[in-house]
């Protein structure tokens, strides 16, 4: 087998440009935490990442990053703002509701309170011992429990009580301060 001159010219510049074009070529190619494409520099060892405006550097790549985390760090403070917001505007809500129902409670009991002041200053109205189950009855109102033992009785206003015998007053104990007594 014989080669001729063209031949010994011919593959060694195949060889060289196969090496060239083909194989290996500049760069390697491979994948970062198998989402980005990456490029690497076989001479350089210079690394480039495809992102969504072209193949960046490194180095570039970090300036990307310190973006996104002022970017987040400004997402981060605007929901803390509106979280304080949101939450001033519940406390005022509430603060609003409460007030609006302390103020009715108290008007309640200011009317209450009169219409004590208007009933124990009536003379008619105060029971004594030896008085009626009426004479209480009218004075106090209906009890909010009785209790019977035998010929005993005895009338409960809150933790004030009044003590029946034979169905008269027989003494009494006046703990809550609201019975209307002689």
Same mark, same amino acid.
């Given at each position: 087998?014989? $080669?001729?001159? =063209?031949?010994?010219?011919?593959?060694? %510049?195949?060889?060289? !440009?196969?090496?060239?074009? %083909?194989?290996?070529? !500049?760069?390697?190619?491979?994948?970062? +935490?198998?989402?980005?494409? %990456?490029?690497?520099?076989?001479?350089?060892? @210079?690394?480039?990442? !495809?992102?969504?405006?072209?193949?960046?550097?490194?180095?570039?790549?970090?300036?990307?990053?310190?973006? =996104?985390?002022?970017?987040?760090? #400004?997402?981060?403070?605007?929901?803390?703002?509106?979280?304080? #917001?949101?939450?001033?505007?519940?406390?005022?809500?509430?603060?609003?509701? %409460?007030?609006?129902?302390?103020?009715?409670?108290?008007?309640?009991? +200011?009317? #209450?309170?009169?219409?004590?002041? @208007?009933?124990?200053?009536?003379?008619?109205?105060?029971?004594?011992?030896?008085?009626? =189950?009426?004479?209480?009855?009218?004075?106090?109102?209906?009890?909010?429990?009785?209790?019977? *033992?035998?010929?005993?009785?005895?009338?409960?206003?809150?933790?004030?009580? *009044?003590? $029946?015998?034979?169905? *008269?007053?027989?003494?009494?104990?006046?703990?809550?301060?609201? !019975? =209307?007594?002689?």
């Amino acid at each position: 087998m014989k $080669f001729s001159k =063209m031949s010994y010219i011919i593959v060694p %510049v195949s060889i060289i !440009l196969f090496g060239l074009f %083909v194989y290996p070529t !500049l760069y390697k190619y491979d994948k970062l +935490e198998q989402q980005y494409p %990456v490029k690497i520099n076989r001479i350089t060892g @210079e690394v480039q990442i !495809l992102r969504g405006d072209g193949w960046i550097t490194t180095a570039d790549s970090n300036i990307y990053e310190d973006k =996104m985390l002022a970017y987040k760090n #400004e997402i981060e403070d605007l929901i803390n703002r509106q979280n304080d #917001e949101i939450a001033a505007q519940v406390t005022e809500a509430v603060k609003e509701e %409460v007030l609006d129902e302390v103020t009715e409670q108290l008007a309640s009991v +200011e009317q #209450e309170i009169t219409a004590y002041k @208007e009933h124990k200053t009536d003379a008619e109205n105060y029971f004594t011992q030896g008085d009626s =189950m009426d004479k209480v009855k009218s004075a106090m109102g209906t009890p909010d429990s009785i209790s019977n *033992v035998g010929p005993y009785d005895t009338w409960y206003y809150g933790r004030s009580s *009044v003590k $029946f015998h034979n169905d *008269v007053v027989s003494g009494w104990d006046n703990n809550d301060g609201n !019975l =209307m007594i002689k």
